[in-house]
């Protein structure tokens, strides 16, 4: 083998063989993973840590949020996590209009999951349940009777504070979610310029990396926000 | 020197009905009240599904040693975070409990109500 290999498409100048390459891609990838894992982290503790506190008020917030549309998002999100794999996969054996095909899927689930949660904000915004608005009327002293959720004085506070938690931990995962958006426009649009075969494709398994680590934020975020009141619900 | 791995779809569909199994065994076991259990549940097939989703879907199950190293890194990292934090928190309330509340004067229309345990941190002034 010569010292100088001849040049390979796909492989940057400063990396010996295509193999190296990939690993210091995912390595590096899994480095930025685990900032984010702390960045959610300290919003998990925050939320471990209230519920600990107000266990009646989080029971009761939970029970606030629509449970078929926190589960039609998680369907839509673990269906996007498959087609971002088979993306991958169709990378990986060279098949170019699969993979465009695959990412232009993950892309539209992607934009279902946003179009479910604006619905739900939506909602929630109506029914003074965003947290910086109150049921609370402070000139009668009375819950608002036009508020269909009406929340028990003697926990109005708890609740709030598991509304905020709720929309900043589902902000901040929705923000990841448009991010990954334009992740995948990109990556569609660097796919449709060939860009891609079965020897060079790390953007395409890295971009999967972040799309699932997106996609295991929500399988925690769900029973944990949407799940723990339901028993409430169904009076078991 | 491991050539390029491609996991077979086949791999990927199982993982995908075994994550959607989970989802619907987290929401049927919601409907029941376990109690202090219930964040356990819920915690247990949530990172059952994590894990499903970092190993095979994420392709770690078949990385270097190096990526799993740095993964574990940061899970055990994660896990100082909230146990150090937790069992901080805890002991300290507990601290506020053995030496009781500062006795506050009670109000006449307070006085019928059944005396409520403070549930709020110390503040430094106790």
Same mark, same amino acid.
């Given at each position: 083998?010569?010292?100088?290999?001849?040049?390979?498409?796909?492989?940057?100048?400063?990396?010996?063989?295509?193999?190296?390459?990939?690993?210091?891609?995912?390595?590096?990838?899994?480095?930025?993973?685990?900032?984010?894992?702390?960045?959610?982290?300290?919003?998990?503790?925050?939320?471990?840590? %209230?519920?600990?506190? @107000?266990?009646?008020?989080?029971?009761?917030?939970? #029970?606030?949020?629509? /449970?078929?549309? $926190?589960?039609?998002?998680?369907?839509?999100?673990?269906?996007?996590?498959?087609?971002?794999?088979?993306?991958?996969?169709?990378?990986?054996?060279?098949?170019?209009?699969?993979?465009?095909?695959?990412?232009?899927?993950?892309?539209?689930?992607?934009?279902?999951?946003?179009?479910?949660?604006?619905?739900?904000?939506?909602?929630?915004?109506?029914?003074?349940?965003?947290?910086?608005?109150?049921?609370?009327?402070?000139?009668?002293?009375?819950?608002?009777?036009?508020?269909?959720?009406?929340?028990?004085?003697?926990?109005?506070?708890?609740?709030?504070? %598991?509304?905020?938690? @709720?929309?900043?931990?589902?902000?901040?995962?929705? #923000?990841?979610?448009? /991010?990954?958006? $334009?992740?995948?426009?990109?990556?569609?649009?660097?796919?449709?310029?060939?860009?891609?075969?079965?020897?060079?494709?790390?953007?395409?398994?890295?971009?999967?990396?972040?799309?699932?680590?997106?996609?295991?934020?929500?399988?925690?975020?769900?029973?944990?926000?949407?799940?723990?009141?339901?028993?409430?619900?169904?009076?078991? | 020197?491991?050539?390029?791995?491609?996991?077979?779809?086949?791999?990927?569909?199982?993982?995908?009905?075994?994550?959607?199994?989970?989802?619907?065994?987290?929401?049927?076991?919601?409907?029941?009240?376990?109690?202090?259990?219930?964040?356990?549940?819920?915690?247990?097939?949530?990172?059952?599904?994590?894990?499903?989703?970092?190993?095979?879907?994420?392709?770690?199950?078949?990385?270097?040693?190096?990526?799993?190293?740095?993964?574990?890194?940061?899970?055990?990292?994660?896990?100082?975070?909230?146990?150090?934090?937790?069992?901080?928190?805890?002991?300290?309330?507990?601290?506020?409990?053995?030496?009781?509340?500062?006795?506050?004067?009670?109000?006449?229309?307070?006085?019928?109500?059944?005396?409520?345990?403070?549930?709020?941190?110390?503040?430094?002034?106790?």
């Amino acid at each position: 083998m010569s010292e100088h290999a001849e040049h390979v498409p796909g492989l940057a100048h400063h990396f010996a063989t295509m193999e190296q390459q990939k690993e210091a891609g995912t390595v590096g990838m899994w480095v930025f993973l685990v900032t984010e894992l702390m960045f959610f982290g300290g919003l998990f503790l925050v939320y471990t840590i %209230f519920r600990s506190t @107000y266990p009646e008020g989080f029971e009761y917030g939970s #029970f606030l949020l629509s /449970v078929p549309l $926190g589960l039609t998002n998680t369907v839509v999100l673990i269906l996007s996590s498959l087609t971002m794999a088979m993306g991958v996969h169709s990378a990986q054996t060279g098949k170019q209009g699969a993979l465009q095909f695959y990412l232009v899927v993950t892309l539209l689930l992607c934009l279902a999951f946003l179009g479910i949660k604006s619905i739900e904000y939506t909602t929630k915004v109506k029914d003074h349940l965003f947290p910086a608005y109150t049921t609370y009327n402070p000139v009668t002293k009375e819950a608002d009777p036009t508020n269909t959720h009406a929340v028990p004085t003697k926990i109005k506070s708890e609740v709030r504070t %598991f509304l905020w938690i @709720y929309f900043l931990m589902t902000g901040l995962h929705a #923000f990841h979610m448009i /991010v990954g958006a $334009g992740m995948l426009v990109a990556l569609i649009w660097m796919a449709r310029k060939g860009r891609f075969n079965e020897h060079y494709n790390s953007p395409i398994e890295i971009g999967g990396l972040y799309w699932h680590f997106v996609d295991i934020v929500w399988i925690f975020l769900f029973p944990l926000l949407y799940l723990s009141g339901y028993h409430l619900n169904s009076g078991h | 020197m491991s050539e390029h791995h491609v996991v077979p779809v086949k791999t990927y569909l199982t993982i995908f009905g075994a994550l959607m199994v989970g989802t619907v065994l987290t929401v049927t076991v919601a409907k029941y009240n376990f109690g202090s259990l219930n964040v356990l549940i819920a915690l247990t097939i949530a990172s059952i599904k994590a894990t499903l989703v970092i190993l095979f879907f994420m392709h770690v199950y078949y990385s270097s040693k190096l990526t799993k190293v740095v993964i574990g890194a940061g899970i055990f990292w994660f896990a100082i975070l909230i146990i150090m934090t937790i069992t901080d928190y805890r002991v300290r309330q507990n601290w506020h409990i053995g030496l009781g509340t500062v006795e506050k004067p009670i109000a006449a229309n307070e006085k019928q109500a059944a005396p409520q345990h403070s549930n709020s941190m110390p503040n430094g002034g106790h």
